[in-house]
């Protein structure tokens, strides 16, 4: 009797986790529908997506890597990671800052004694390079690079360096990434690529993730195309840039985000300062990345774009839940909104500003 009770509720109880199962696959498979549905409208090549939601993660990939060859994006396609370089750079300074090497507050002259060059091209180095003023040098602290307060543009090319915002004041810049690099690189006596390969991707165990592009990728690599579906000639930057030159997969960049946003060292970095960029719509940016303020919870946000790839990263260290991004086609940043709506509990205040999704792309 009690054998037979016992396989009676076996049973029993086998039925209703199998019914939980099916429904939990049905879900998930119309989200994936609906994520993928999205890409189409938008008229992106191929997308990988990660969904995080506290221990669990949840893939999604759609279209293709290389719609020439009908070759589908899958997690383990190589993609431009664009400016979300920035947010693992950001965290491997981190450890130079907890080890005493570097300080926040000194400016970067402290760090490169003897000056440096700006290149107005340092993807390729097919430009010629000028010399940095040391005056520059002497005023731009390394808070202020992280913070994109340095005054600094976006990026020069081949003008002389100069700062053309308020120092103090948010503007965006790669341009300050790129001295913060330097400074690195004359700290650690490697250059970036080695460094943080050494300091970041070996201990993480990211091996399909590099600063400079690798002959390996290939045989996973993303083609980008541009706004009209076009084929963007791929850059295969020979030489790393810390704002933008990072490749790697999702499931690699997954990794990063739950190392780097549960290490208490880091995430004192990354909100240890914050300079307003948005007040009305909650959006600030801290050491390395941009945060929002949400009701329950506060959002780690940081955007990436180079020509024919656009990237999105939108995660709450707090509830453990959010995603990233990586697409294969400039219509990629249309995607931005539809999936916070879609995969991040409201409200989500930071997707009304022009900062986030300027305005002629929603």
């Keep these: 009797m009690n054998k037979r009770l016992i396989m009676t509720f076996s049973v029993l109880l086998f039925a209703v986790f199998y019914r939980d199962f099916l429904a939990h696959a049905a879900a998930l498979s119309q989200r994936s529908q609906q994520i993928c549905a999205v890409v189409t409208q938008t008229q992106v090549p191929g997308v990988a997506v990660a969904i995080l939601d506290k221990n669990s993660t949840e893939y999604v990939t759609c279209g293709m890597r290389d719609p020439a060859k009908h070759q589908p994006v899958t997690v383990n396609t190589v993609f431009e990671a664009a400016s979300l370089s920035k947010v693992v750079f950001a965290f491997g300074?981190?450890?130079?800052?907890?080890?005493?090497?570097l300080d926040l507050d000194k400016p970067l002259a402290t760090y490169l004694p003897h000056g440096t060059r700006h290149d107005g091209d340092p993807f390729h180095h097919r430009r010629g390079t000028t010399e940095v003023n040391p005056e520059l040098l002497r005023k731009i602290s390394v808070r202020e690079i992280l913070t994109h307060t340095s005054g600094l543009p976006n990026w020069m090319e081949d003008k002389p360096l100069v700062q053309t915002?308020?120092?103090?004041?948010?503007?965006?810049?790669?341009?300050?990434?790129?001295?913060?690099?330097?400074?690195?690189?004359?700290?650690?006596?490697?250059?970036?690529?080695?460094?943080?390969?050494?300091?970041?991707?070996?201990?993480?165990?990211?091996?399909?993730?590099?600063?400079?592009?690798?002959?390996?990728?290939?045989?996973?690599?993303?083609?980008?195309?541009?706004?009209?579906?076009?084929?963007?000639?791929a850059e295969h930057f020979p030489y790393p840039v810390a704002a933008t030159t990072l490749y790697t997969t999702v499931q690699d960049y997954v990794i990063f985000v739950k190392a780097a946003f549960s290490d208490p060292l880091a995430y004192e970095l990354f909100t240890?300062?914050?300079?307003?960029?948005?007040?009305?719509?909650?959006?600030?940016w801290g050491q390395g990345v941009a945060i929002?303020?949400?009701?329950?919870?506060?959002?780690?946000?940081?955007g990436g774009g180079n020509n024919g790839f656009k990237n999105y990263l939108w995660y709450s260290p707090q509830s453990r839940r959010g995603f990233v991004f990586f697409s294969n086609g400039d219509n990629g940043i249309k995607l931005t909104i539809p999936f916070v709506k879609m995969l991040v509990p409201p409200p989500q205040p930071a997707i009304d500003s022009d900062k986030i999704v300027p305005a002629r792309f929603r």
């Design 93 to 101: 300074v981190s450890h130079l800052v907890s080890s005493g090497k």
């Design 165 to 233: 915002g308020q120092q103090g004041q948010w503007q965006y810049s790669g341009e300050g990434y790129l001295l913060l690099q330097r400074a690195v690189e004359e700290i650690t006596g490697q250059p970036l690529d080695k460094w943080i390969k050494n300091s970041v991707f070996g201990p993480l165990k990211m091996r399909h993730s590099s600063f400079v592009w690798e002959t390996r990728f290939s045989a996973q690599e993303a083609i980008g195309h541009n706004w009209s579906g076009n084929v963007q000639p």
């Design 272 to 284: 240890r300062t914050e300079v307003p960029v948005d007040v009305p719509n909650s959006l600030y």
């Design 292 to 302: 929002e303020h949400s009701k329950d919870s506060d959002y780690f946000l940081h």
